[in-house]
């Protein structure tokens, strides 16, 4: 058996997110996903709660049918310390044998540490871009809803985290 | 739908603990299993990482044919503050409708906090007790595997974790 | 009896500040004084120490013959975790019933908290303004003593505060 | 003008205590009440969070007559470095001349760093003494009652403290 | 080359520890030593700080004709993650091959790790032990100083470390 | 005997730097080398961790032919108050007496706490200039290894330095 690790911030989680996960899910036995940062939350960058995203990713997943008993969550907290940062990781969640990133530090840190890192294609960042869909949130775009799977848009409505945010950012 | 939590150190899962799962179940829909310390390993009171508590509880309840897409996990690192910390594990648990525990302090907090609170049946806690079966596995007393899920015992001879613990105890 | 609650850093405080709390003590009993980012001193955004802030807002109240008797201080540390940090402050201060506070993550965070919020009337931000003053102090240029309680800019002149933040901002 | 500092963990506040800033008020001209281990509550040593501590205290000094003009409340969770807590506190607090304590390490630690200590006159520690006075609560023995000041008895009733006390202990 | 490293709290550094440096020193080419705890002083545990442990090890040294261009001094504050204490260790110390240690928890971790550990022969424990010389001093029996090297007792005369011991403890 | 402390992050260590210690040598007797921000490795910003910083320097002294038995190396994490950050570094350090520092915050710091700071000659900052030194290893510009040590240049080659700072840039 062969387990995925796959780490981000997730703030929200988006279409680009979910082709990730589905091509991971056609490579590996079980994905964990990590959940970065998970004590941030109610800011301009990571407005939504570890909790809040565990749900949405969930829902996208099923939404999807994904079958749930292969995904794991693992809400992780920031330590500031890079280089114990992989141990960090490998001792708040399940063992893996896999990293799936392309993000630049994440690939290093685990390269350094002796792990295989294999990188998922590229999405379209220009649109399937975090930053980019909170931006559109706070602008009272709704185009934002057609970047996340249909789950996530209905999910961030039923807790009105359109609108913490437009609070958060002053509008409102 | 209605869901539960049932926070614990879980160090490790036993057969008391599993009990309480499956009383849980049968009153909430879904069930969020909280990993409290999760910082913690290497002790002898800590001796397994979050991630090997959840490893050996999913493998636990995928033994009992508990569907696991029911379950969530959420290791949560102490934070040393009780007025804060029944926050810190709203912000890193999905939403959640009554908790499940028998500890003064846990259920202490979560009422102050307006929470329902109920209390699963006791277990025989002389032997389904997390310390005794440390400290049985030190003296390697082989009884410590009855008292746990089958599925942790086999887990925890194969990370070597009875092991582990007798070397920081200082024998072996 | 009423009790408010504003939450600030006044580094320094200042004639912006004094009037809210005026305007706020028309309104409620007492008031709760939470002087934030209670770690930070000594840089360009925070030149001045919890202690510091607390000293000169008390002798500007003083100054304005307001009963001290009726005003709390309570420094608080920042908890770098939003999701907590209204029961952080609840932590440290004397129960209050009310928030006075124009700052967009403030109001959002004690209104998810379930806080009755108030905005006291704005005054003019473009020279009431803390980052103004400051940068005025580091240009040697006087005219921040005029934006400032005068018992405030004979504190900062007492404790040398002025010339403090011109050596950190690497002048004299 | 001379200004004393006066550090406690005060859970609860009793009559010794009081004792203690009576004594101090006629050799200073301001007190500073240093509530330590302000991030702590809802534990057997340490029940009450800094708020309540604080509200509790200034009740009993206005119970007896105290100007609380003349006080300053400053709450201060624990910094784990011995080395640097006297600039810890010296960095939140107003300035300050003199310290009283009786307690070694603190008494110890701003010696070291030149600052005057003055012992105030024991009182009665067999019965004035904080620890003393939990038991008491747990066991519902109402004589704690008569070792605090009346404002105090009041207070922790109000807040129903002393049945979090006995519910944290896991009776009732 | 080969460098050793030697982890320890040396609260005060004794002539066992010595005789660790002297027999490790035979087996390496240069030697790491670690000051754990780094954070901590003025405790009846850990009554000297970083610095002062760092400044009485290398006049033992020197008393010792070691040479002290081959020896490193890292001092290492607590971490409370055993999972990732090894590599904070790592990132905080010039690269080491092999770990000195009779201390079960530092050698588990370190093997886990991968490291290869030796351990020194015993010294005699009953005298040549940290706490052991702790409550001499504190009891004033001078026969604390034939248990560390001179240096060392001169060092701690130099800096009234042992009146400081007596006086946390509550002793003069 | 007088001694120096000079602290820096050294990311890394150049010729600039290695003029001031040159410099305080014929000043000082010994000399102490702060590492500071020892947490922080891998970023753009401090790409080596405190042991590299710690061994680069050694070897660049060492090729200097300074008798490395007079220097200390005291690695600090940052404490992130700056009102008690020399009492930090006095704790982990051996004593000091005089500060060798031309950086505004530090001066300034060690100036309120009373100590003798003396400003080194500047070197030439336009090149001697570690976030440009940085900027040229990202851009694979080998005049870099004009700027640093021959020791250091040779060092950051042999544990991949270069290619873990373009790795992390995205580069490569």
């Known amino acids: 058996m062969r387990r995925g690790l796959y780490p981000g911030r997730f703030q929200p989680f988006h279409l680009g997110h979910l082709q990730v996960v589905k091509w991971t899910l056609q490579r590996v036995d079980e994905l964990i996903i990590v959940i970065g940062s998970a004590q941030e939350s109610h800011t301009l960058s990571n407005p939504f709660t570890a909790g809040e995203r565990m749900e949405m990713i969930r829902r996208a997943l099923e939404g999807s049918n994904i079958d749930l008993s ?19 990781v490998k001792s708040f969640s399940p063992k893996f044998d896999v990293i799936i990133s392309r993000n630049p530090l994440v690939m290093r840190l685990f390269k350094e540490a002796g792990y295989e890192v294999i990188e998922p294609p590229a999405y379209d960042r220009k649109i399937y871009n975090s930053t980019f869909i909170r931006r559109l949130i706070i602008e009272n775009n709704n185009e934002w809803e057609k970047l996340v799977p249909a789950e996530v848009s209905a999910y961030i409505h039923e807790i009105r985290g359109d609108e913490r945010l437009r609070s958060i950012a002053g509008f409102s």
Not at 70 to 88: A, C, K, Q, T
């Open 70 to 88: 292969l995904i794991y969550f693992v809400p992780i907290p920031d330590i500031l310390m890079n280089s114990v940062w992989v141990y960090h």
